[in-house]
């Protein structure tokens, strides 16, 4: 079970930490992903890790502003996100996908199989 949270209303500039933990699964065998979905549109990638932690990889709309890491111990992916925008405005989706220690960072949507339920952030202008 993936549980999101972190979310909020917040003015464009300023920064949101994103958490979501992971319950029930072996997390240390999870890649893990934040996706987003805003208004009207399709859910788009926005940054995953791999189980390891050592692959990482961005959206160019989020890259140089939003950081994702992990921490195995608290079974949670973390996204830092700095220097928001209001077209960063939506409903932020975790996802995870157990794979084997030499996969890489996956940042198609069919790539994973477990999702959360989501937790809104909307920046104001």
């Known amino acids: 079970q993936l549980q999101a949270s972190g979310g909020g209303l917040v003015q464009a500039g300023d920064s949101l930490r994103l958490s979501c933990t992971a319950s029930?699964?072996?997390?240390?065998?999870?890649?893990m992903g934040w996706f987003r979905q805003a208004p009207g549109k399709e859910r788009e990638f926005v940054a995953s890790i791999s189980r390891s932690g050592g692959s990482t990889y961005y959206a160019d709309s989020v890259k140089g502003r939003f950081t994702i890491s992990r921490d195995n111990a608290k079974i949670t992916v973390y996204l830092q996100m700095n220097s928001l925008k209001p077209e960063d405005t939506a409903i932020y989706y975790c996802?995870?996908?157990?794979?084997?220690?030499?996969?890489?960072?996956?940042?198609?949507?069919?790539?994973?199989?477990?999702w959360g339920q989501g937790t809104l952030v909307t920046v104001s202008s």
């Open positions: 996802a995870a996908k157990y794979t084997i220690l030499t996969v890489p960072a996956l940042k198609d949507y069919d790539d994973y199989t477990y």
């Open positions: 029930g699964g072996t997390f240390s065998r999870l890649a």
